[in-house]
């Protein structure tokens, strides 16, 4: 019997398979990751890992770990530093660890050479080439990127209520809701900035900003047409990137802010096949999650180049 763990995690949520014989069997899940100066990230990410580690049971015998995390360090030697953490603290198993955007195109595509946009509390969007080459925009945080994501949403709608409280922007009803989220406004910005988890905490504002949308209030439909807009044109310079002019291109996406069918979903699917024309929005096939179980039953293939490997006997 051969037992493996396949990872989804982000900013808000891990989520971990435990694989069986090539099928998932069981999943746990654990908090996302802390981004802050009084964190290390290895740390926070190695923690969440072996929390859902834990809550699966922390089965013996694990061979290998294939983990697509929205924190994997982009410099070598601190993802080889944590890929290592990682295979110590589960007793040697061989790992694999890349972007969250590979396990989010391997569960959406299959594999196949397309575009996938990833969008949650962050925004990640990777086309794998017909010649295999791989492109990404964006996925590159709160601070520089992570344009249309959830985070990007909610401080859009603080920024709209502390605005209107200023007399500076229009009033809005976005201003009841958020009283209702976060209780008196006053010193809203300080609490903000002082939470422990200031970027995950934005985007769970995305709920009550939804519903404010839906209640016709314009500030709050521009929000989320703007986010859509984000989306598309992230989407549109990948395709340009990988593609090149051509059509019939797969393009899917991945993550929690398409759960939104009505303000996200559709409408990205539409503003696409008006942008790029010939281009279809495909449902995706899996899951992130279902990604890193489909690299553990297939091997790396496409994605070999964008994933780290740790283990005596790694191989893809």
């Not at 609490?191 to 934005?202: G, N």
Request: aromatic content about 4%; charged content about 20%.
């Amino acid at each position: 019997m051969s037992l493996e763990l396949a990872v989804d995690g982000g900013q808000t949520n891990l989520r971990m398979a435990l694989v069986r014989d090539g099928a998932a069997v069981e999943i746990a899940h654990a908090g996302g990751f802390a981004y802050s100066a009084e964190t290390d990230l290895l740390d926070s990410v190695s923690d969440a890992v072996m929390e859902a580690y834990g809550a699966l049971g922390s089965p013996a015998g694990v061979r290998r770990i294939c983990l697509g995390l929205t924190a994997a360090p982009l410099r070598p030697d601190r993802r080889r530093r944590l890929a290592t953490r990682i295979r110590d603290r589960l007793g040697g198993a061989e790992v694999w660890l890349g972007a969250d955007m590979v396990t989010a195109h391997a569960g959406a595509l299959g594999g196949d050479p397309g575009v996938v946009i990833a969008a949650g509390t962050g925004v990640v969007c990777l086309g794998i080439a017909a010649d295999g080459t791989a492109h990404q925009a964006d996925g590159h945080g709160y601070l520089l990127g992570d344009d249309g994501s959830g985070f990007a949403i909610g401080r859009a709608a603080l920024r709209a209520v502390l605005a209107a409280r200023d007399g500076r922007g229009p009033a809005t009803t976005l201003t009841e809701a958020a009283q209702e989220a976060f209780g008196d406004l006053a010193g809203l910005s300080q609490r903000i900035y002082t939470s422990p988890a200031p970027v995950r905490l934005l985007a769970t504002c995305t709920p009550w900003v939804a519903a404010v949308a839906r209640s016709g209030d314009p500030v709050a439909r521009r929000i989320w047409a703007a986010a859509v807009d984000d989306l598309v044109t992230t989407t549109a310079a990948v395709l340009a990137r990988a593609f090149s002019g051509a059509e019939d291109v797969p393009v899917s996406y991945a993550g929690g802010l398409f759960a939104i069918e009505d303000l996200v979903r559709r409408p990205f699917a539409d503003a696409v096949q008006v942008h790029c024309p010939g281009i279809r929005v495909r449902e995706p096939l899996g899951s992130p999650l279902e990604g890193a179980v489909r690299l553990l039953a297939g091997g790396l293939g496409p994605y070999t180049p964008l994933m780290l490997t740790a283990g005596s006997d790694a191989h893809v």
